[in-house]
């Protein structure tokens, strides 16, 4: 077989379809949830062993740094979710359709965002 | 013949469906776990620890942690067998996300049944 076709990879110049920078995000997102889970482990732990440690947990979440952290690690669980049960529609044939599936992943992409700016402006 | 490799995948349904199944278990104790919170109302130290002392609450809990553990598995292994191409380094990698997972799930165990 000839493989003279032109391939074209330079990363910074693939323009990604919605649909596709999805998935890849599910990807991210999935992997930072993964990297985080001994700190949100850490941080459920020193919620819930004593009164002093509750403080000690508050202030950790009061620091702005950590906010940050959190409120990207909230991203990354809302659009790993809301991607996920778009994936799992799907699995079942649901949307399928190319219409249909840049309607969902617009969908997933903007949802995910809006609620993380909506409960991370509510719980700053 | 299939070419079957240490690292390779569970070449057939088990991983897809685990990951499957383990999404849903999550994205239910999620909603649940947002309604109680909404039930509750301001969150303070006594309520919130009152939250998981009881029975239901740490074993729904725990179901949500052994779905996050086999999820995370299938996902981790998912990434490594499309970036970690020298089969000794995804070996490798594969085996360390196992142990972390383990001992993650080690910890989930001690800090709800310490409540």
Redesign the interface.
């Known amino acids: 077989m000839n493989h003279s076709h032109p391939k074209y990879l330079n990363l910074f110049e693939i323009r990604l379809p919605v649909p596709a920078l999805v998935s890849i995000l599910h ?1 991210l997102s ?2 930072a ?2 990297l985080f ?2 700190y949100l ?1 850490w941080l ?2 020193a ?3 004593s ?1 002093a440690s ?1 403080e000690r947990y508050r202030a950790v979440l009061a620091n702005p740094f950590a906010k940050l952290i959190l409120i990207g690690l909230l991203w990354a669980f809302l659009h790993h ?1 809301l991607a ?2 778009r994936f ?1 529609a799907l ?1 079942l044939h649901w949307g399928t359709e190319l219409a249909a599936a840049r309607t969902s992943s617009r969908l997933v992409l903007i949802g995910a965002l809006a609620l993380t700016l909506v409960l991370g402006l509510w719980l700053w | 013949m299939v070419k079957r490799t240490v690292v390779g995948a569970h070449y057939g349904l088990r991983g897809w469906l685990a990951q ?1 199944v383990s ?2 278990v999550m ?1 239910v104790y ?1 909603l649940l776990f947002v309604l109680v919170l909404a039930a509750i109302g301001p969150v303070d ?1 006594a309520a ?2 009152a939250m ?1 002392a009881s029975q239901a609450m740490k074993l729904a809990t725990f179901v949500f942690f052994v779905s ?1 553990f086999v999820h ?1 598995w299938v ?2 292994r998912d ?1 490594l067998m499309d970036y970690a191409k020298p089969m000794s380094l995804r070996l490798a990698l594969e085996a360390l996300v196992v142990v972390l997972l383990l001992a ?1 799930a080690g ?2 165990l001690q ?1 709800l049944w ?2």
Do not use: K, N
Request: glycine share 8%; charged share 10%; proline share 5%.
């Open positions: 990807r999935g992997l949830l993964f889970l001994p482990l459920l732990q919620s819930l062993s009164p509750f979710l996920g049960l799992l699995d | 499957r999404a849903v994205a999620a130290y919130w620890r998981f996050l995370a996902g981790m990434i993650w910890w989930a800090i310490s409540v």
